[in-house]
T-cell receptor
Framework: QKEVEQNSGPLSVPEGAIASLNCTYSDRGSQSFFWYRQYSGKSPELIMSIYSNGDKEDGRFTAQLNKASQYVSLLIRDSQPSDSATYLCAVNLGQAGTALIFGKGTTLSVSS | GAVVSQHPSRVICKSGTSVKIECRSLDFQATTMFWYRQFPKQSLMLMATSNEGSKATYEQGVEKDKFLINHASLTLSTLTVTSAHPEDSSFYIC?????????????FGSGTRLTVV
């Protein structure tokens, strides 16, 4: 059973703070990892992808991957109210043609 | 960037009727398309994977005769919900994957909100 686990939240942080979102996955064969943001009633939009152990930074976002611990996280610095959304962690086994497997998502609320 | 167009965005249908949802890759060739379903406050659940010119592969528990998937070209896949019932009301989202390696481009459509009354 391939599983992706996330804390459903809600995670509440004040504006300007760092929000930390976590995700674990069960399949050690997983090769690629994605963070999506989903606003209510909308389709997911890609924030970041990461494939190698370590950190990957893109603007206010930093993804961290630890394959040994089967753990991937997303840090959002200087959180803004517009960051309030559900964040979905998605994992792919890396085989050609395979789908993304999603976690249930963590709801983030940034208060001004 | 890669764009996937999904239509309709919203549809209301009567119980027992069929509804067709289209998913088009506008500026790339989608070798594989995926169909997901999302119930309120739940995550995206994969329904099926379709490759151009071949039969779709359905996930366990998804009725292939109820959810008909056609991927006749590299830019178009359709999902038809046959004999829809209220429990089929959900948010349906397609995802298209382009050529260029297994990490290349998972692009999502804007989703279709289906309400069966």
């Amino acid at each position: 059973q391939k599983e992706v686990e996330q804390n459903s939240g809600p995670l509440s942080v004040p504006e300007g703070a760092i929000a930390s979102l976590n995700c674990t996955y069960s399949d050690r064969g997983s090769q690629s990892f994605f963070w999506y943001r989903q606003y209510s009633g909308k389709s997911p939009e890609l924030i970041m992808s990461i494939y190698s152990n370590g950190d990957k930074e893109d603007g206010r976002f930093t993804a961290q991957l630890n394959k040994a611990s089967q753990y991937v996280s997303l840090l959002i610095r200087d959180s803004q109210p517009s960051d309030s959304a559900t964040y979905l962690c998605a994992v792919n086994l890396g085989q050609a043609g395979t789908a993304l497997i999603f976690g249930k998502g963590t709801t983030l609320s940034v208060s001004s | 960037g890669a764009v996937v167009s999904q239509h309709p965005s919203r549809v209301i249908c009567k119980s027992g009727t069929s509804v067709k949802i289209e998913c088009r890759s506008l500026d790339f060739q989608a070798t594989t398309m995926f169909w997901y379903r999302q119930f309120p406050k739940q995550s995206l659940m994969l329904m099926a994977t379709s490759n151009e010119g071949s039969k779709a592969t359905y996930e366990q528990g998804v009725e292939k005769d109820k959810f008909l998937i056609n991927h006749a070209s590299l830019t178009l896949s359709t999902l038809t919900v046959t004999s829809a019932h209220p429990e089929d009301s959900s948010f349906y989202i397609c995802s298209a994957k382009g050529q260029g390696g297994f990490n290349y481009g998972y692009t999502f459509g804007s989703g279709t909100r289906l309400t069966v009354v």
